[in-house]
């Protein structure tokens, strides 16, 4: 299966350290910390590259070695970062304390003042930036960071949608972010209202559009029944995708669903009995999502890739998905295995 030649994916969001505590410690307890290089759009350019789908990865950073150690991580899998720009007083991080079965994982961000945070309008020239581009893809984090990093992005979606572009958004809402004065109500549907494909949560859909189901409901016709309700506000909008995650005992069951073009299509429920590392999974549902579509598979074969790929990213240490096409399709044909392949 070839991508067509000239599809080419252009995102843009923050580009983060995470910083891990080692050994499945707690923050308090901490000796040892492990750096994975992370951000939910550079996530979803590394495992598009990988699934043979050029991209171009935008962002502002500050030129020091640990700006160039990032870079080089994404560079590593063939995203194309020559689009950056330069500028700021640091890099943002992350630090995550490791969850289990019986607690939460936790997450403590320190962005402020970010060179990303405090990026200026005009500092990226999008008109160039999105030269040779197909389409733009952007998540819910950016204007969750800053002021600035919000009406960046807005330049970005605008230049996006005069070039006439398919533009994704990811809804991604962080209760820990948003610490500017703005409620996320005020600011993301003027945004979202672009989007021609949408991955979001039913929760992230109440608190920026105000829009609620009923959860005695089933999630199918939660889904569909949000679906009317958000094209109303955002009237490009073709496609939606949603993952929903639930326990049964220790497992977790892991299912998509997608309207696109009219029509709904859901997959099969997958146990996971086992989550090596949960952070990264929305964003590599996004990019299994993004490398249907681009490819022009069926409506059932972009929400079995994009689930797919939800689900092996749970194998995974770190906020990449390192995987591949031929790995994705073994697991769509056969679910997951503990073999050894030898």
């Known amino acids: 299966m070839n991508t067509t030649p000239q599809t080419r994916i252009a995102t843009f969001g923050e580009l983060l350290l995470r910083m891990n505590v080692a050994d499945g410690n707690r923050f308090t307890q901490a000796n040892e910390i492990?750096?994975?290089?992370?951000?939910?759009?550079?996530?979803v350019c590394v495992l598009l590259s990988q699934l043979g789908i050029q991209t171009d990865y935008i962002t502002r950073l500050p030129q020091n070695d640990l700006a160039q150690l990032?870079?080089?991580?994404?560079?590593?899998?063939?995203?194309?970062?020559?689009?950056?720009?330069?500028?700021?007083e640091r890099l943002g991080l992350y630090f995550v304390e490791s969850g289990n079965q019986i607690r939460q994982s936790q997450v403590i961000y320190d962005r402020s003042n970010s060179s990303f945070a405090t990026i200026q309008k005009d500092q990226i020239d999008w008109n160039k930036a999105l030269e040779n581009i197909t389409?733009?893809?952007?998540?819910?984090?950016?204007?969750?960071?800053?002021?600035?990093?919000?009406?960046?992005?807005?330049?970005?979606v605008l230049t996006a949608h005069k070039k006439g572009l398919p533009i994704s958004s990811d809804f991604n809402y962080r209760s820990k972010l948003w610490q500017y004065g703005k409620h996320p109500s005020e600011v993301m549907p003027d945004l979202l209202q672009y989007s021609t494909i949408t991955v979001a949560d039913l929760d992230a859909i109440e608190i920026y559009f105000g829009i609620k189901t009923d959860i005695k409901e089933s999630d199918e016709n939660r889904f569909q029944k949000t679906?009317?309700?958000?094209?109303?506000?955002?009237?490009?909008?073709?496609?939606?995708?949603?993952?929903?995650?639930?326990?049964?005992g220790q497992a977790h069951l892991y299912k998509g669903l997608l309207i696109h073009e009219g029509h709904f299509y859901k997959t099969q429920e997958h146990k996971i009995h086992v989550v090596t590392d949960q952070i990264g999974?929305?964003?590599a549902f996004n990019a299994g999502l993004l490398y249907g579509l681009s490819n022009k598979l069926s409506g059932q074969e972009c929400i079995e890739w994009a689930t797919a790929c939800g689900v092996v990213k749970q194998s995974i240490h770190g906020d990449f998905a390192i995987s591949s096409n031929a790995e994705i399709s073994h697991f769509i044909k056969n679910g997951s295995s503990n073999r050894i392949n030898r």
Not at 77 to 87: A, E, H, I, L, M
Not at 137 to 152: K, T
Not at 227 to 248: G, H, N
């Open 281 to 283: 999974s929305g964003d």
């Open 227 to 248: 679906f009317e309700l958000l094209k109303e506000k955002m009237p490009y909008l073709k496609t939606l995708a949603m993952s929903f995650r639930k326990s049964e």
């Open 135 to 156: 389409h733009f893809h952007w998540s819910g984090i950016s204007p969750g960071v800053s002021n600035e990093a919000g009406l960046a992005c807005k330049e970005a």
């Open 70 to 88: 990032a870079l080089n991580e994404l560079q590593k899998y063939n995203v194309n970062t020559s689009k950056c720009v330069y500028g700021g």
């Open 34 to 43: 492990k750096i994975h290089v992370g951000g939910a759009e550079a996530n």
